[in-house]
């Protein structure tokens, strides 16, 4: 039995009683595979990430909870997206349903050996451009 409940536009989705500021990291390697890592409170597959502590900035809890989830230290190179509907809902066992907040960032492996021009072009591939780089 699963610990949490998703409900996204659900009219039967419990009211709302917390929000808490929550990050995670998308992160994709030179192939274009995704770093992704299954909960254990839900069996879904999500990004590695968690919620924001005292005392910690939601950078710093994207960086040391993909270290927890995954083994794999990343660093924060960009921004994905600010994620608030308020018809995004998640159940917990406890009586807690929590209106999602989550700050999607983009991740990179840290300490891959990869020269600095590889990563230039791999940000290319992942931007999707209409026109080729010249330079």
Same mark, same amino acid.
């Given at each position: 039995?699963?610990?949490?409940?998703?409900?996204?536009?659900?009219?039967?989705?419990?009211?709302?009683?917390?929000?808490?500021?929550?990050?995670?990291?998308?992160?994709?390697?030179?192939?274009?595979?995704?770093?992704?890592?299954?909960?254990?409170?839900?069996?879904?597959?999500?990004?590695?990430?968690?919620?924001?502590?005292?005392?910690?900035?939601?950078?710093?809890?994207?960086?040391?909870?993909?270290?927890?989830?995954?083994?794999?230290?990343?660093?924060?190179? +960009?921004?994905? +997206?600010?994620?608030?509907?308020?018809?995004?809902?998640?159940?917990?066992?406890?009586?807690?349903?929590?209106?999602?907040?989550?700050?999607?960032?983009?991740?990179?492996?840290?300490?891959?050996?990869?020269?600095?021009?590889?990563?230039?072009?791999?940000?290319?591939?992942?931007?999707?451009?209409?026109?080729?780089?010249?330079?």
């Amino acid at each position: 039995m699963c610990s949490r409940h998703d409900y996204y536009r659900d009219p039967d989705a419990p009211e709302p009683n917390s929000s808490v500021p929550g990050g995670s990291a998308l992160v994709v390697d030179y192939s274009g595979a995704v770093l992704m890592q299954r909960r254990r409170d839900s069996g879904n597959w999500s990004f590695p990430g968690g919620v924001m502590e005292i005392g910690e900035t939601l950078e710093e809890c994207v960086i040391h909870e993909t270290k927890e989830e995954t083994g794999l230290d990343i660093e924060i190179t +960009g921004l994905l +997206g600010i994620y608030t509907d308020p018809q995004h809902l998640i159940a917990y066992a406890d009586g807690e349903v929590r209106q999602k907040f989550n700050i999607t960032y983009y991740g990179e492996l840290a300490g891959v050996p990869i020269h600095d021009t590889v990563r230039l072009r791999l940000r290319h591939h992942t931007e999707q451009r209409d026109r080729p780089y010249l330079g």
